[in-house]
């Protein structure tokens, strides 16, 4: 997971729906134990029949879009990240993870950050210079960990390119100059893919003396995965190649000639073919003082905007100063308006800026309207104590009559910054400059900071180049991999929104990563101390997290979703696991994997004590068992009817050039989806995909409801209410897996099969309650009941009544988990002739932290009128439950099962 991510956050305005609301119930401690994988004991929590050992009938493969073992067999991966040391446990330490990880119903890992630091906390050996030389021990426990695994039915997902940074002893000058990991040039700089390819010739092509075979003849890994949240057409429109030193873009800028030069063939064609149509008209910003400026406040964000005498000659200047810091950065800033702006237009805005302290800002050109959306992609720009002139360019992406812009990013330090000799210019964008040419290859490349200045023309080649060059790199190491190193897995590339969606067409799969309510830094990136996290549940948010993986999914391909997650602190992210389960399961999807389930070798740390982590984190752990059931065992099936959207690869083509070639959109989504003819209602009725091609083409689709109230799916298994968003929740209620998640009102809620559900006052007016199938023992048939609400660790420390940061007050170990209270009802059918069921014929148990029996509840179980029912309003001793019903009583076939 790159620090540069920001995963689809604070989409929507949310009612009613953050923390705290109803009465303070007793919170219950509750440690799972870091090294329990007991299946031996009275309740078995996995029941997914997995191949055991991993691999053991051969490879996972694609058939009819999807994956296959190797008997043909349909196979799902349901997974868990690791991170840094994670990945290189013991030998003692490996035997538990697995255990553990198997009893929970986790079936897949994905070793993450492997390559990005030296031992003992990554894959390269400490002491030579160069970053080359695998260490042997955290490979010996690389190994080991796979042969363990392996043993306990759970495949391997490797990644290669993750956070590794060259070196100058790599053969890299100023390597501290490259981006960020080294994204961008990784995808083109010829000296940086050689090492690539020789970490991807170590690494695979080594034998695992623990399972007796290389890893690229191994079947239990199932999948290698190239270059994690990467991509060159992404990190060039971030910005991020416009500071390299030249030696690094040479390269770049010689295979832009030769796509100049075959598609031209002549800098005459070439000259006329980007030559500029209109001229431009200026405006100068503080002609007329403080008219058309004013300084947006929000929350604690305080400051004062003025015009001063205090520009770089005395001249006046705006003075922004912040006086209160903003829980974001934007929650301060000077905006411009009104401005209107046309499609394909260009506009130039220079100015002189100073702070009275080093800082940054941002420079967007936006709507003034919800969700005021870009016109064209932000600029960062590095305030110093001098003044310095600045000139951005502009590139309008639509036709707008309320266009403002936005100096932004203000909000995250106390402090002053000037503004002087302000001017927007429409402006004539520029051709081919003189004395440019094909012929000497010296067509100079296009760095993002001068791209809106450019002809459309010129701008739609460079985008098409950018996309090729992509293209390009990703065809030849996924050819590297099969063909010279023989690697039988399957091959991914990046992901979508990183990585173009051509691009991942040439991969054996796509993948896509999201997070709900990914954290925030209004200051420093990844500081420890100032960071938010909004405390938002998802079952009430339109166009979530979860909404947009489900509109993102290519036609025909398999798709896998390899990192996901809700974040701690939120005091609802326990629904994170179950919700992405089922919806992936009605999606159809292959591969699910939640992040992370540790960045560190430190597996018996029974706390929350990241945003990231759960091998702790014991409220999500708890509903591994139900959603492993409803992904891979398939309680929640397959939508039975498909909603698709269709584009060309030309008009993917055009969405990335009118959007300055930012990756950041779903296709299916925006621009709205009244253009796409894809509702986006569509994912929780039925399934949904986007089919790209050649040409385009349309479909009849099935009716799809526009109502955000009582989703439902097509199979009748699922049902999301976001209308409206304080009473949201959803329904689970397919025949071996059931539940709610969300804000209960007073009343019943129908499971479905005879089975109906009352939820009890909670802290949060919310609740998390799943009720699964585990499989019949000698002494009847078992269910898992998981009813937890709040969660916090012991010790954590509110940084105030938002509850969205605790800084660095985590807290320690146990975790405090709000039990619920509630009351399931069994009905009878209104056939059966038997009106009372004894009580003799269902057992309670509360469990411990193992998932053992350990309190007989039978004062909890009474009958009623043609059923029965398990009361726990009065009383809840534990956050999760055995249910047994007797087998010899046929108390089961009363429900349908």
């Known amino acids: 997971m790159s620090k540069s991510i920001r995963h689809w956050v604070g989409l929507a305005v949310f009612l009613g729906m953050s923390a705290m609301a109803g009465p303070a119930a007793e919170l219950i401690p509750m440690a799972l134990p870091w090294d329990d994988g007991g299946m031996e004991g009275k309740t078995v929590l996995r029941g997914d029949g997995r191949e055991i050992p991993a691999g053991g009938s051969g490879f996972i493969r694609i058939e009819d879009g999807h994956f296959v073992d190797g008997q043909g067999k349909r196979v799902r991966l349901l997974g868990v990240n690791l991170s840094f040391s994670g990945n290189f446990p013991t030998h003692a330490q490996a035997e538990s993870v697995a255990g553990r990880m198997a009893k929970y119903g986790i079936n897949a890992v994905r070793f993450h950050h492997t390559d990005t630091l030296r031992a003992p906390n990554g894959i390269w050996k400490e002491g030579p210079a160069a970053k080359q030389e695998l260490d042997p021990e955290n490979l010996d426990r690389l190994d080991y960990f796979l042969h363990a695994l392996k043993q306990h039915g759970i495949y391997a997902d490797l990644n290669l390119k993750i956070g590794r940074k060259v070196v100058e002893a790599d053969g890299f000058p100023q390597a501290n100059l490259l981006p960020t990991y080294d994204k961008g040039i990784d995808h083109y700089y010829p000296r940086h893919i050689e090492l690539q390819k020789q970490y991807a010739r ?57 796509f100049l030069r075959a598609k031209y063939q002549t800098t005459s064609a070439l000259r006329e073919a980007w030559e500029p149509q209109n001229p431009g008209t200026g405006t100068e910003m503080l002609s007329a003082g403080l008219r058309g400026w004013s300084l947006q406040q929000t929350g604690t964000g305080q400051g004062t905007l003025r015009i001063a005498p205090e520009g770089p000659e005395g001249e006046s200047a705006l003075k922004i100063s912040v006086t209160g810091l903003g829980a974001e950065s934007w929650h301060v800033q000077a905006i411009y308006r009104p401005l209107q702006v046309k499609e394909g237009g260009f506009y130039r805005f220079s100015f002189w800026i100073r702070g009275d302290s080093a800082r940054s800002v941002t420079v967007a050109l936006k709507e003034d309207y919800s969700p005021w959306s870009d016109l064209d992609n932000g600029r960062t720009v590095e305030v110093t104590r001098e003044w310095k002139q600045v000139e951005l360019v502009f590139a309008a992406n639509q036709t707008d009559p309320q266009a403002r812009l936005d100096i932004t990013g203000l909000g995250g330090a106390l402090g002053t910054v000037w503004i002087a000799r302000p001017s927007l210019i429409d402006s004539s964008p520029a051709g081919l400059p003189e004395p440019q040419s094909l012929e000497n290859g010296s067509v100079d490349w296009l760095p993002k900071n001068a ?180 992904f891979l065992r398939g309680d929640v099936a397959a939508a039975k009817q498909i909603v698709q959207g269709s584009i060309s690869k030309a008009g993917y083509l055009e969405r990335l050039i009118s959007r300055n070639g930012s990756t950041w959109f779903v296709p299916l989504m925006d621009p709205p989806t009244s253009q796409s003819g894809v509702i986006d209602t569509s994912p929780y009725q039925h399934q949904v995909a986007l089919e790209i091609g050649e ?173 029965v029912v398990i009361d726990l309003m009065e009383k809840q001793p534990g956050l999760w439950y055995l249910v047994e019903f007797a087998q010899n009583a046929g108390v089961m076939k009363f429900w349908g099962y």
Not at 214 to 226: F, G, K
Not at 592 to 603: A, D, E, K, R, V
Not at 757 to 786: H, K
């Open 695 to 867: 040409v385009s083409s349309p479909r009849e689709n099935p009716p799809v409801n526009s109502s955000r109230r009582m989703m439902t799916a097509d199979t009748g298994e699922l049902i999301w209410n976001q209308s409206p968003a304080e009473q949201a929740f959803v329904l689970f209620k397919s025949q071996k897996t059931k539940g709610f998640i969300g804000f209960p009102g007073d009343t019943d809620y129908d499971l479905g099969h005879g089975v109906t559900l009352r939820i009890g006052e909670t802290r949060q007016n919310w609740a998390n309650v799943l009720f699964t199938y585990l499989g019949a023992r000698e002494s009847g048939e078992q269910w898992l009941l998981t009813a937890t609400g709040y969660h916090e660790n012991t010790g954590m420390i509110w940084k105030d009544e938002t509850m969205s940061s605790v800084g660095r007050n985590w807290g320690s170990g146990p975790p405090l988990v709000e039990p619920v209270p509630l009351r399931l009802t069994f009905a009878l059918p209104d056939t059966t002739q038997e009106k009372n069921i004894s009580i003799a014929m269902i057992k309670l148990f509360s469990l411990n932290e193992k998932a053992e029996p350990e309190i007989d509840l039978m004062d909890g179980i009474r009958s009623v009128e043609g059923g």
């Open 451 to 630: 791209f809106g200045g450019r002809t459309m023309a010129c701008r739609r080649d460079w985008i098409d180049f950018l996309v090729q060059q992509e293209t390009r790199y990703y065809q030849e190491m996924h050819r590297y991999l099969k063909e010279d190193l023989g690697v039988q897995s399957l091959v991914a590339g990046t992901q979508l929104m990183f990585g173009t969606i051509t691009s991942q067409l040439v991969m054996d799969f796509v993948d896509n990563h999201a997070y709900w309510q990914h954290p925030s830094f209004p200051g420093r990136p990844w500081d420890a101390e100032n960071w938010v996290v909004n405390n938002i549940s998802m079952v009430g948010a339109q166009r979530n997290a979860l909404e947009r993986l489900m509109m993102a999914r290519i036609a025909g391909r398999p798709y896998t979703v390899t990192e996901y997650n809700h974040p701690a602190p939120v005091t609802f992210s326990s629904e994170a696991i179950p919700l992405i389960a089922a919806y992936g399961a009605l999606q159809d999807w292959d591969g699910i994997f939640i992040y992370s389930y540790s960045h560190g070798n430190n597996y018996h740390e029974k706390s929350i004590n990241n945003f990231f982590d759960i091998a702790g984190h014991s409220p999500k752990m708890m509903t591994f068992p139900a959603a492993a059931h409803m």
């Open 202 to 258: 170590d690494l695979l092509t080594h034998r695992n003396p623990y399972t007796g075979n290389r890893y690229v003849d191994e079947p239990a890994i199932a999948i290698v995965e190239l270059n994690n949240e990467s991509g060159l057409v992404s990190q060039w429109s971030n910005g991020e190649l416009d500071d390299l030193p030249d030696w690094y873009v040479q390269p770049l800028r010689e295979y832009w000639n030769d």
